[in-house]
């Protein structure tokens, strides 16, 4: 059987994370050239415009980038099951037969979806924060210049421009809070995010494909976790819970246990899980 490299998507995700840096630096550089010593609503309107059409590019980026490279990680799921199941010689080979069941065409279509989903909140969130923060600042600018124009004052307060430039900065730099309550920063998320979904594809359309074939097994892979993935390094499990056998149903195993965010373990389909234990 020909041995199977582990999927690796470090470089595409590497250019996206990338889109997302130079987009929310865009922003950062936007808000700095505010003047917060005489800001008014005709700048903080011109500055949110601004930031709203780097946002926009930024999500046609990113829609572009899901609907190229997810559905290249569910063919490469595919691609892996196809050599396992010894259909084929080489990935290469492999790769150049594989098709979308009906299965793994609704399951791409869904995986689309879902990432384009959890991209645009990160793009929302940083637009919202920065929409609030700028009018903050202005609020803040437009008092302070009214006390300054009463005692006299030349120029502002130096804490309170230190404070409004904080706001500011902090509305790029924190996109998302997740269900543990984690604060994020953007190209943070959005790596974790895309690198568990593009593994998560991989394996998803792996076991789709081997289901359709007739094959109902499959063999964790090993790599040396060191975390508490490395108890399922190895491991035969089911990939469906009435295929026959004293095997766990890889549909039950808690994600804290296994497929954690960002896991590198794939599925090895196999028909006879007995072949391999010999």
């Known amino acids: ?154 120029t502002l307060n130096a804490d309170l421009l230190q404070r409004m430039r904080q706001t500011l900065g902090s509305a790029v730099e924190t996109g998302i809070v997740d269900s543990a309550m984690r604060r994020w920063r953007p190209e943070v998320y959005v790596e974790m995010v895309t690198r568990t979904k593009m593994n998560a594809t991989h394996r998803e359309a792996t076991v789709n494909e081997a289901v359709g074939r007739g094959a109902y097994y499959a063999r964790v892979s090993r790599h040396g976790a060191t975390d508490r993935c490395r108890e399922w390094e190895g491991r035969i499990v089911k990939l469906t819970p009435d295929a026959p056998g004293d095997y766990p149903f890889v549909g039950d195993i808690s994600r804290r246990d296994l497929f954690h965010p960002q896991c590198r373990h794939t599925l090895s389909p196999v028909r006879d899980p007995k072949l391999l234990e010999q």
């Open 1 to 154: 059987m020909a041995v199977i490299p582990d999927p690796t998507y470090d470089y595409s995700v590497a250019l996206l994370v990338r889109a997302y840096k130079q987009s929310l630096l865009a922003i950062s550089s936007e808000l700095s050239r505010l003047d917060l010593t005489a800001i008014s609503r005709a700048n903080a309107k011109a500055a949110l415009a601004e930031v709203a059409a780097i946002l926009r590019g930024l999500n046609e980026e990113s829609a572009g980038w899901v609907e190229r490279y997810v559905p290249q990680a569910a063919t490469d799921g595919i691609a892996r099951a196809i050599v396992d199941l010894g259909a084929a010689n080489t990935l290469e080979e492999a790769q150049k037969i594989a098709k979308f069941n009906r299965i793994n065409r609704e399951f791409v279509a869904s995986a689309v979806a879902d990432t384009q989903a959890d991209l645009l909140a990160v793009t929302q969130n940083v637009d919202r924060r920065v929409k609030q923060a700028i009018r903050q600042v202005t609020a803040d600018s437009m008092r302070a210049n009214i006390t300054r124009g009463i005692n006299g004052q030349r």
